[in-house]
C-alpha cells in the first residue's frame, strides 16, 4: 500500500473528525497526496476546500475563516518556503487565541542536511509562535500500528489548537513527511478506518487549565470595565459601564466612548481581553488612586499591563452602580459624542477616514459582519460613532498587524456566505494583501463580500502620532517625516483591481452609504476607494479635543460632575 496516500488520507480523515470544516490548500509537489485527498472529501461535501496561490495569503483566509466561525481552520502547504510564509498569520493567531491547524508537507526526515531540494528543519520556522508541533509519522510502508499512532498524533494538536488540553487556543503545526508527492493510483485507495460513527480516536473531555480564584467586586465603589479583543462579557452585570473596542461584542449595554477615560476618576478598573487601541487606557490603570484588575477566563492570559494590581478570575460583581456614578458617566460620554458629531459634521472634516468611517457605521445592517484593518480604521470606528446592534466586528488584534487583512477578511466572508461582510482598510493595508484578491478560476469567489478602501495615499496612523508632532514634521525633518512615516503612495487601485477581475468604484463620503446598500443586491465581491486627507488630522482631533473641554469647563454639558470629584481635569 502506498504509504505517502495512506498516511495523508488519515491525516485528512482525522482532522474531519476532530472538527475541521475549512481547509485552505496552496499547490505544491510534496503536498500532492494531501491534495487529492481533499479535493475528493470536498466532493463528497464533507469538507469546504479554497486553493490559494500565496501561502502567506492563504494562511490569513484560514485566520479570517476561523476568526468567524471560532473553530479550528487548516492550512495545507507543501516544503521548503512555503512554510516560512506562514508566519505572519500564525504570529497573530498566536496572540490573538485563534485555532489554526497547519498542515505542513515535509520532505522525509533522512534527507534533512542533505541538501536536497526544498528540504529545510520546519520545526525550528515557527517554534516560537506555535502552541504545539507534531512531527507526524511517516515511513515508506504502512504498519499495523499506522492508523493509531497518526490519528492520536492528529487528536493532541487538534485539542492544543481549540484550547482543550490547557492553555488557551491558537496555532498548532503538522509536520507530515512524505516519502513521495505523487498522486494515488485510483480516484479513492482504502485506508485503515477510524473510530465509529465518525468520532475522534480520542475523545478530549477537558478544558483549560483551571483559572485563579474568584474575586469580588463592590460596585457601591466607582467601577469601570475596560473591554479588548477577546473580551468575554458575558459575566459582567449589564448595568455596569463598559468602555469596549469594537470589536468586543456587548450587546445590550451601552458602549462608552474612549475619551470619557480621560475625564474620570473611578475607584476601580476591571480589564477584559487585551485593550491595544487606545493609549489612554494605560494612563488610567497608572493612575495610583485607581485598583486595577485583569480578569482571567483561565489559561496562559498574555494582557500584562505593567499596573494591573489583581489577577483574578471571572469576578463576581456584588450591589449595583449608584445612580450618581451612571448619569455621570452617561453625561459625559454624550457630550464627548455631541463634539465628535459636530466636527464631522464640517464640510472639510468630512473627507477623512474618521468621516468614511462615520458614513459606514450608518450604513450597517444588524447582522452584518465588519472587518477593521488595523491602524486608523479601527481607532475611526471607536472615535466617530456606534456600532449597530447585531453587527459582529472582527479585527487582526493580536499583534495588530497590516499584513494580511485582504486576504482574512475573505476567508470570513467565505464562513460567512449569508452575510454581508463590509471590510474598512487603509490604502497601504489593502496595497499590501492586494495579492490576497487573486483566486484560481476553479475556486468560490466571495460574492457577499464590499471592501471599503479609505485612501489617504499613505499612513495616516502616523499623522496623530507622537512621530506626527509639528517639530519632527517641519524643517529639518519634514521630507523625513513623509518619506518614513507618511509613506507617500501612488497605487492605481482600480487597476489593481481590475489585474484581479474585481469589481471597483470610486466614490466621495456623501456618496459611500448609497453605494453599499446598492452593493448589497448587485452581488460579487467589490472594491469601494474613497479618497481623504490625511494632512489634517492631527488638528481635526484637536478640534474635537478642545470642544469637550470648553464644554466641561463651561459646566453647561456635565452638570454637577466637577463637584462631584468625579471629573479629572
Sequence with gaps: ??????????????????????????????????????????????????????????????????????????????????????????????????????????????????????????????????????????????????????????CRAAGRAAGRLGGRPGPVQLDVPLASGLPPAADRLPFPAGRAAGAPWIRLTGGPAAPPAAWEIDLALSTLVIAGDGADL??????????????????????????????????????????????????????????TVLADTGGDWIYAAPDIEILAA???????????????????????RRQWAAVLAEPEHRATG???????????????????????PIRDVSLTGVLPTGVQVLSNRGVAGIDGNVSAAIGAALAAPDRTVIALLGDL???????????????????????????????????LLEQGHPRYKDAPYGDTFERIYGTPQDVDIAQLCGA????????????????????????????LEVPVARNGLRDLHGTARRGVDDALDSGAAVTGLVSAGQVAR
Design 1 to 154: 500500500m502506498p504509504a505517502p496516500s495512506v498516511v495523508a488520507a488519515i491525516v485528512v480523515d482525522e482532522l474531519i473528525r476532530c472538527g475541521v470544516e475549512w481547509f485552505i490548500y496552496c499547490p505544491g509537489s510534496r503536498n500532492g497526496p494531501l491534495g487529492f485527498e481533499l479535493t475528493r472529501r470536498a466532493a463528497t461535501g464533507e469538507i469546504r476546500l479554497q486553493v490559494r496561490l500565496d501561502e502567506r495569503s492563504a494562511a490569513f483566509v484560514a485566520l479570517g475563516i476561523a476568526k468567524s466561525t471560532g473553530r479550528p481552520a487548516a492550512v495545507v502547504t507543501t516544503s521548503g518556503t512555503a512554510v516560512s510564509n506562514l508566519l505572519p498569520a500564525v504570529t497573530e493567531a498566536n496572540y490573538a487565541g485563534v485555532p489554526l491547524v497547519l498542515v505542513t508537507a515535509n520532505r522525509p526526515p533522512e534527507v534533512l542536511g542533505t541538501g536536497a531540494s526544498q528540504t529545510v528543519e520546519q520545526g525550528a520556522l515557527l517554534g516560537s509562535q506555535l502552541r504545539h508541533m507534531q512531527r507526524v509519522w511517516s515511513g515508506d510502508t504502512v504498519r499495523s500500528d499506522t492508523n493509531g499512532i497518526v490519528r492520536a498524533q492528529i
Design 234 to 291: 458575558s459575566g459582567v452585570p449589564p448595568e455596569v459601564p463598559c468602555m469596549a473596542e469594537p470589536t468586543v461584542e456587548v450587546g445590550a449595554r451601552p458602549r462608552l466612548h474612549p475619551w470619557v477615560l480621560d475625564y474620570v476618576r473611578p475607584h476601580q478598573v476591571v480589564v477584559y481581553g487585551r485593550p491595544t487601541l487606545h493609549r489612554n487606557v494605560g494612563k488610567l490603570l497608572a493612575r495610583p488612586d485607581v485598583t
Design 314 to 336: 471571572q469576578p463576581i460583581y456584588r450591589g449595583r452602580p449608584s445612580a450618581s456614578w451612571a448619569d455621570e458617566l452617561r453625561i459625559l460620554d454624550a457630550a464627548v
Design 354 to 376: 474618521l468621516g468614511v468611517a462615520d458614513t459606514l457605521l450608518g450604513s450597517l445592517r444588524p447582522g452584518d459582519l465588519l472587518w477593521l484593518g488595523a491602524s486608523n
Design 429 to 463: 493595508t489593502f496595497a499590501y494583501d492586494a495579492s490576497g484578491l487573486q483566486s484560481g478560476r476553479l475556486e468560490h469567489r466571495p460574492d457577499n463580500l464590499i471592501i471599503v478602501v479609505s485612501n489617504d495615499s499613505g499612513g495616516g496612523i502616523f499623522e
Design 500 to 527: 484581479y477581475g474585481v469589481t471597483h468604484r470610486t466614490v466621495d463620503v456623501t456618496g459611500l452609504g448609497a453605494a453599499v446598500t446598492a452593493r448589497r443586491t448587485s452581488g460579487g465581491m467589490a472594491v
